[in-house]
């Protein structure tokens, strides 16, 4: 998918998205646990396909830990 798109790639850091958690929200109507595994699946097709580097990896595994404490679920973890 990202291979094939004409444009380029770049690593952000500042957050260009934010949302609200409530009871009627996409995140807010899906488990904890399937968030969390929804951002692990994400971290995965990025490292198949863009290959970034370690810091980049600890970075993801920071990231899900961080979340999997802040959703009170099990920490799902990052394949590939």
Do not use: C
Not at 32 to 46: G, K, P, T, Y
Not at 58 to 76: H, I, K, M, N
């Amino acid at each position: 998918m990202l291979a094939e798109s004409p444009g380029r790639v770049a690593w952000v850091a500042a957050a260009l998205n934010v949302h609200r958690r409530h009871a009627a929200s996409v995140t807010g109507t899906i488990t904890d646990r399937r968030h969390l595994a929804e951002i692990a699946r994400i971290h995965a097709f990025v490292r198949a396909r863009l290959d970034p580097d370690q810091a980049q990896r600890r970075r993801q595994d920071e990231y899900l830990r961080r979340a999997g404490r802040r959703l009170g679920a099990v920490t799902a973890t990052t394949k590939a």
